[in-house]
């Protein structure tokens, strides 16, 4: 198994078509604006693409899509599982990794409940990564629903000693969790991407491999050149970096809709529908917030004009 790519990957939202469907056309435009916006990677079956309300048949679908239309121009991953029970998830988990995906995603809070403690969850892991087999790549993803799960770094360091995690999508919030995590596997291929704007960059310069967020759903190519110009030009990303943060409060808002609603301004996606929010909640100051945010974004693209050749 070999690193994974550091950068950028978007947690990709689904499109629907009206009658509730998969929107497969939408879909592949979306992967063609992701990658064009300079992404290093694609998650395809995150919370954001709301697995949850998704079936085994329609996230094996919307992995393996995303992997053939990507094409080996970025890597893809996909969560593996969602079930409560060992057996389905399983089932899960080896359906979602026959697809070819890149890496498979273990959700850290399907592997012990809410109340019970880090013996169990390392003895369930263990018992899943029996079951799976070991040529696959792994990561973590600390999904918040439905509860958020943290790793603990002792817990990290032991994972990471296996050999079979590249990856772990932290949304613990804190630089001092995610430096805690970064010692914890120094020297191993298990590499920590932040999924928060506000401590983006101060973790990257602490070490984070990378941004993987709801955000890069919005304004991925500022993203891109903040990870790949952070370190030459420390000025200008710090500012970027303060626009980046106070930008992300929109994913308070009626989030995936509104963010399916800016792909519908950039031409992409067709429509808001979701299975996890009522369109009918989008107000028309919430698409007018929106449309202000794709506004200022652009005119921030245009200020960094080394975005344009990244």
């Given at each position: ?128 990564l029996e079951a799976i087999p070991p040529h696959i790549a792994l990561g973590f993803y600390e999904c918040p629903f439905p509860y958020k799960r943290l790793i603990a770094p ?38 920590i991407y932040n999924a928060n704007s506000a401590t983006l960059l101060e973790t990257l310069k602490a070490g984070v491999t990378g941004y993987s967020g709801i955000m890069a ?94």
């Amino acid at each position: 198994m070999k690193r994974m790519a550091g950068g950028v990957w978007p947690t990709m939202v689904t499109p629907f078509t009206e009658q509730g469907e998969i929107d497969y056309a939408a879909l592949e435009r979306a992967i063609e604006w992701y990658i064009g916006c300079g992404v290093d990677g694609l998650f395809a079956v995150c919370q954001s693409s709301e697995m949850f309300r998704l079936s085994l048949e329609e996230r094996v679908q919307l992995a393996a899509f995303v992997k053939r239309q990507a094409n080996g121009r970025v890597p893809v991953i996909a969560s593996g599982h969602i079930s409560d029970s060992f057996e389905d998830q399983v089932e899960e988990l080896r359906a979602i990794a026959a697809t070819g995906i890149d890496a498979l995603v273990l959700i850290t809070n399907r592997l012990a409940g809410e109340d019970e403690s880090d013996a169990v969850w390392k003895s369930n892991l263990q018992k899943l990564l029996e079951a799976i087999p070991p040529h696959i790549a792994l990561g973590f993803y600390e999904c918040p629903f439905p509860y958020k799960r943290l790793i603990a770094p002792e817990l990290l360091q032991w994972c990471a000693g296996t050999g079979r995690f590249l990856f772990l999508k932290d949304t613990s919030c804190d630089v001092d969790n995610m430096k805690a995590k970064l010692a914890a596997v120094q020297g191993t291929d298990l590499q920590i991407y932040n999924a928060n704007s506000a401590t983006l960059l101060e973790t990257l310069k602490a070490g984070v491999t990378g941004y993987s967020g709801i955000m890069a759903n919005f304004h991925p190519d500022l993203y891109v050149w903040l990870l790949r110009h952070w370190r030459q030009s420390p000025e200008e990303a710090e500012h970027l970096s303060c626009f980046l943060s106070m930008t992300s409060l929109i994913e308070k808002q009626l989030y995936p809709v509104n963010a399916k609603y800016y792909l519908m301004l950039e031409g992409v996606y067709a429509a808001m529908n979701c299975r996890t929010r009522s369109v009918l909640d989008f107000t028309a100051t919430h698409r007018l917030e929106v449309e202000q945010l794709r506004r200022i974004s652009k005119s921030y693209a245009e200020r960094y004009p080394a975005l344009t050749g990244r």
